[in-house]
Each structure stands twice: as C-alpha cells, then as structure tokens.
C-alpha cells in the first residue's frame, strides 16, 4: 500500500485536532432546593448554579478526557461542612485497574507509575493495628478474596476506559451548605471571613472524580478489618517508610506495598509518615490524612499543611483555593489525561513539520 504526502498530513492533522478538542465534559442535574431558587430568589440561584458551572470549567481546562461526568448539585442547610460529595463506584479486579492503566498511559510521571504498581493480583497493605499506635504490621500479604478486587469511582473508570465516556448513569451527587458565607467572585481574591465557593466545588468534583481511600473504612470501623477494606486507585501510591522497609524485606515479591495507616496522626512524636509517591517511594511528595474520626483529616485527603492544595482537607476562610502539581500528580496517575502546555503543541507541530520536510527530501514512497 502506498501512503502519499496527502495522506500524512491528513493524519497529522486529525492527531493534532484530537489532541486539541478532547474534552472533559460536566452534565449536572440541579437538586430540588435548587430549583427552587429559580422562583424565590433568582439571583442567588445564578450564583449558584454559576459557582459549579466555572468550577467544572476549571477541571475541562486542566484534563482532556473524552467524557463526560454526571453529577447531581443542590444547597442544603446546616454547618457540619462546606460541602459533601457522593461518589457512585463500580468493583474491579485489581489485576484489570493495572490493566486499564496500562492502557492509558500519557504521560512521563504515567510511565514511572506504571513500573511501580503490584505484580501481584491482589493489593498489599500494611496498617497500625488501632488508632493510637504508631506500629505497622502487614495485614494482607497474600491474594484473597477481598484484596483481589477493588472499588474505582465511575467517573474514574470512565477516564480509564473500563466505561464508555458518554455513559449516562449518574457518578455521584454534591452538595453543597448554604449555612457558610460564601464569596462567588473570584477575580478579585477571596475576602477575609468568606469561603471559596468555586474552589469549595473543584474539590468536591474532585472527589467524585476519584480522590478517596479505603483508609475511610478503616476510620470508620475503628478496627483494622481486610474484610471491611475496599482499596481505591489513588491507593496504590499511597506509600510510607513502613511500607517501603516491608514491602523491601519481601525481595520485591509484593511491592508496592500501600500504607493504611489511620488515627492519631501523631503518636508518641512520631509523626505519620503516609505520603503520596508514584515511584515506589523515591519521591515523597503531599502527606496523605489518616482519617477524621480517630485521627485528623479525612484520609481521602491530604495532610492539610501551610501550603494550600485542591484537596486538603480543610478549606480555610479567606484562602482562594485552586490546583497544585501535586493535585495534577494524583489525577494524572490514576488515569486523568493532563492538558499539554502549548509549547507541547508547538513542539508537535514542530515535529511533524521537520518529518514532512524529510519526506520530500528522500521523495519516496512508505510500503506497508
């Protein structure tokens, strides 16, 4: 078969316009409370639903997955928290997430993460056996039934490929308390006592998207339970010096080996060491939280530190609240396609421009 110049520069062309108009795309579904705004105070309902409209833009213009996430969005009364999110799962054999991940392999820190998830078809982890201590012990080092599978957001799986981008089954629901003061304007900074409404969104969207952990059972439960314990994606690179010494002392059978640790997030001043790391370890990059019930900071969080992350898990007032490289980091491994640069595009574009100039240099014809 002979390809013509045409032909390449067709195809070039389609590459680039597909990289260009991938998109993640929003479908909400506003909640009742909501709705009824539209009649009895229309502009705060424009607030509002403006709000989850320019958070979800925000998401679109950092990743560029072909599909689209349907979430349910409504104002509840109440002060417990700024807001909650309800994330719809679907269960996968960990054998076929490292697959689908396999598959969808884009990027660098993509290929670095990949080297480093398990060999092994079940997930292994260690825990501290109750909340206020500091010793780890390795709670499943075999495959079973229950570490054998695990729990992957819908939306996440979408990302994945493991469900068809445009399926319309819902992926979770927010909401969002209308007992805090909120500042809906962003372009101006965030004013002091007012809470980042936009931001506030971006991390709940971030949640339905796949920021969590099975160390929320574990929290939950008070009790480390493997029959209670249903790993997330985002676990896999949940790593810790304990992990890493156990996972070594195994020569490299069961590595990586995920750290569960919950409670206290300090014992004896031995601060908890639960870091996200998507090189086995080598880089320790954000401080995971170990679980709000029996420690500090729900463990589907980071660490909230002096630096403030999307997904930190406090939100304080007066603080615009947006994405960090460690944010990206996390998506982007579990299978969120980063937006490229556009000196990613120029050097493309560059690329495929000097290969077009060689062909008519050699001015022959490819056979395949």
Do not use: C
């Not at 054998?148 to 939306?155: D, E, G, K």
């Not at 493991?162 to 003061?181: E, I, N, P, Y």
Request: glycine share 8%; net charge negative.
């Amino acid at each position: 078969m002979t390809i013509s110049k045409s032909t390449i520069l067709i195809g070039a062309s389609l590459l680039l316009t597909n990289l260009a108009h991938a998109e993640l795309n929003f479908n909400f579904q506003y909640g009742s409370n909501l709705t009824a705004l539209q009649s009895t105070d229309p502009a705060l309902y424009a607030k509002y639903t403006g709000a989850i409209q320019e958070a979800a833009n925000n998401w679109s213009a950092q990743f560029n997955d072909s599909m689209t996430v349907n979430l349910s969005y409504d104002i509840k009364p109440g002060t417990s928290s700024l807001a909650s999110t309800y994330t719809n799962y679907t269960t996968a054999a960990t054998t076929n997430v490292r697959y689908w991940m396999q598959q969808d392999e884009t990027s660098e820190r993509d290929a670095i993460a990949l080297q480093n998830l398990p060999i092994q078809a079940g997930f292994m982890f260690t825990s501290n056996l109750n909340g206020n201590s500091a010793v780890r012990g390795p709670v499943n080092m075999g495959v079973t039934a229950i570490n054998s599978s695990m729990l992957v957001s819908r939306a996440n799986a979408k990302a994945l490929g493991m469900l068809a981008g445009d399926d319309a089954a819902s992926d979770g629901r927010m909401d969002v308390s209308t007992g805090f003061d909120w500042d809906f304007d962003r372009s101006d900074g965030i004013q002091p006592g007012l809470y980042d409404i936009v931001g506030t969104l971006m991390h709940e969207i971030g949640h339905a998207l796949g920021f969590l952990s099975g160390v929320v059972n574990v929290d939950s439960a008070g009790v480390v339970d493997p029959s209670k314990i249903w790993a997330r994606p985002l676990d896999f690179f949940r790593q810790s010096l304990a992990s890493m010494a156990l996972a070594q002392s195994t020569s490299g059978v069961f590595k990586p080996v995920a750290d569960f640790a919950w409670g206290n997030p300090v014992v004896n001043n031995i601060q908890r060491d639960v870091f996200f790391s998507y090189d086995g370890g080598a880089t320790q990059l954000a401080q995971f939280a170990v679980g709000p019930i029996h420690g500090l900071g729900s463990a589907d969080h980071w660490f909230t530190s002096s630096e403030v992350r999307l997904m930190n898990s406090n939100l304080a007032a007066g603080v615009l609240t947006n994405f960090t490289p460690d944010d990206i980091a996390a998506f982007d491994v579990i299978g969120f396609d980063v937006v490229p640069e556009p000196a990613h595009f120029a050097l493309l574009a560059g690329g495929l421009a000097l290969g077009l100039m060689a062909w008519r240099r050699r001015r022959t014809n490819l056979i395949v």
